[in-house]
């Protein structure tokens, strides 16, 4: 015996799927990997505080002041239109592109806590001027490379480019 029932679409390759995909390319959420650039602007305030610093040492209060913030705290605070959705899809983000992405972030804010904490103790502008051009040398390639798990190429590629470029 045959069943006359309609095959049930699958929601993974169905219009539901290419509506959310639709619905994630108009928040700037890549689809493919459920991640937004929109958090990178978190690190890059740091980058523009710190490449300030050398030209005009009072900057080291304003990045003194920058505070770390997760994927989710950076949403939850921000004025993104689509902050929740941004926030959904990363925690449904398959579980590897998460982890890759988590990795080179948790780098970067140690970095960058590591250099606040550094310059906190620091008596010369000189040294906070030097601690602030050694991070931005190791934090920019990090966003390079988290710009790229965003946008699906992955890091092993980014890293051959940044190494040999």
């Keep these: 015996m045959t069943s ?26 890549n ?8 958090y990178l602007n978190h690190f890059n305030e740091a980058i523009m505080l710190l490449e300030m610093i050398p030209d005009m040492p009072e900057c080291s209060e304003d ?8 994927y989710s705290e950076h ?7 689509a ?6 899809a990363y925690q449904a983000a398959d ?23 550094a310059m906190r103790e620091a008596r010369q502008d000189k040294t906070r001027a030097i601690l602030a ?12 490379l988290a710009g790229g798990i965003i946008n699906g190429s992955g890091a092993e590629a980014d890293v051959d480019f940044i190494m040999n470029h």
């Design 4 to 29: 006359t029932a309609p095959p049930r679409p699958d929601p993974r390759t169905g219009p539901e799927q290419a509506a959310r995909a639709a619905q994630l390319r108009a928040a700037n959420i």
């Design 31 to 38: 689809p493919r990997t459920g991640l937004a650039t929109d």
């Design 63 to 70: 990045f003194l002041a920058w505070q770390p913030l997760s």
């Design 75 to 81: 949403f939850t605070a921000s004025n993104f239109k």
């Design 83 to 88: 902050r929740d959705l941004a926030i959904e």
């Design 95 to 117: 579980a590897n592109i998460r982890a890759e992405f988590d990795s080179l972030t948790t780098a970067m804010t140690s970095i960058l806590t590591a250099v606040s904490a």
């Design 133 to 144: 051009e050694q991070a931005t040398g190791w934090v920019k390639p990090l966003v390079a």
